[in-house]
């Protein structure tokens, strides 16, 4: 099955640390993925939807030079939270599309729990 | 713009069946999904309807009616590992072939 890798984990990091997190499509290309950022007992808020070799799509009341995205490849995709505070803390989830629209589900990355201190 | 609902919490028994509801107002649907949650962990997939009516998978199955924009999950012979926040996400149409924008989450607690 499609398998999407995200790391680092879980980061801490004192306030004012740029942190990168990366997410990889292990066994398929990915044309578009998707950083999502999730609160305690909350669902899932889409961020940004990345495309290789194109600029994000950011959804509205996302700061696009607060969270940079890259995705340089089709099987690579990086989120940068820049001077993260501890506003920032959350848990952030990748996700990629396997293929085009279709009928195929999105896959996700077993997430990125972020700690600001 | 788009509007997913789904109940917060439920509780059920184990061995009973279950059905959370989502009901969706959106601009552009191409599909909607369920996910399971646990906590700390990242969303599963279980399912997907394009089209009117039943998908059934084992013991999860999930209902579509585009008209009424609604939908339900299933859930039969509960066992106490299905605990977990049920996610019901709709595939929004965009020009760059579709983002899924995910409902609340209903936490389902199956009790012995």
């Known amino acids: 099955g499609a398998v999407v890798s995200q790391h680092p984990s879980w980061v801490i990091c004192k306030s004012g640390t740029s942190v990168k997190i990366e997410c990889r499509s292990l066994?398929?290309?990915?044309?578009?993925m998707f950083w999502y950022r999730q609160f305690p007992k909350q669902s899932l808020m889409l961020m940004a939807t990345?495309?290789?070799?194109?600029?994000?799509?950011?959804e509205q009341g996302v700061e696009k030079d607060k969270f940079l995205i890259n995705h340089a490849s089709l099987t690579l995709s990086t989120l940068t939270v820049t001077s993260a505070h501890p506003e920032d803390s959350s848990f952030y989830i990748c996700?990629?599309?396997?293929?085009?629209?279709?009928?195929?589900?999105?896959?996700f990355g077993d997430g990125t729990r972020l700690s600001i201190l | 713009g788009q509007n997913i609902d789904q109940p917060t919490e439920m509780t059920a028994t184990e061995g009973a069946i279950v059905q959370i509801n989502c009901t969706y107002q959106?601009?552009?649907?191409?599909?909607l999904f369920w996910y399971q949650q646990h906590a700390g962990e990242a969303p599963t997939f279980l399912s997907y309807?394009?089209?009117?009516g039943l998908e059934e998978k084992g013991r999860f199955s999930s209902f579509l009616s585009r008209s009424k924009g609604y939908s339900y999950l299933l859930l039969k012979e509960l066992q106490m590992k299905d605990s977990a926040s049920y996610l019901c996400?709709?595939?929004?149409?965009?020009?760059?072939?579709?983002?899924?924008?995910f409902g609340q989450g209903t936490e389902l607690s199956v009790k012995p």
């Open positions: 996700s990629a599309r396997k293929g085009s629209v279709s009928n195929q589900p999105q896959h």
């Open positions: 309807n394009v089209l009117d």
């Open positions: 996400a709709v595939r929004e149409v965009d020009n760059q072939g579709g983002k899924l924008i």
């Open positions: 990345s495309n290789e070799g194109s600029k994000a799509t950011y």
């Open positions: 959106t601009s552009g649907f191409n599909g």
């Open positions: 066994d398929f290309q990915a044309t578009t």
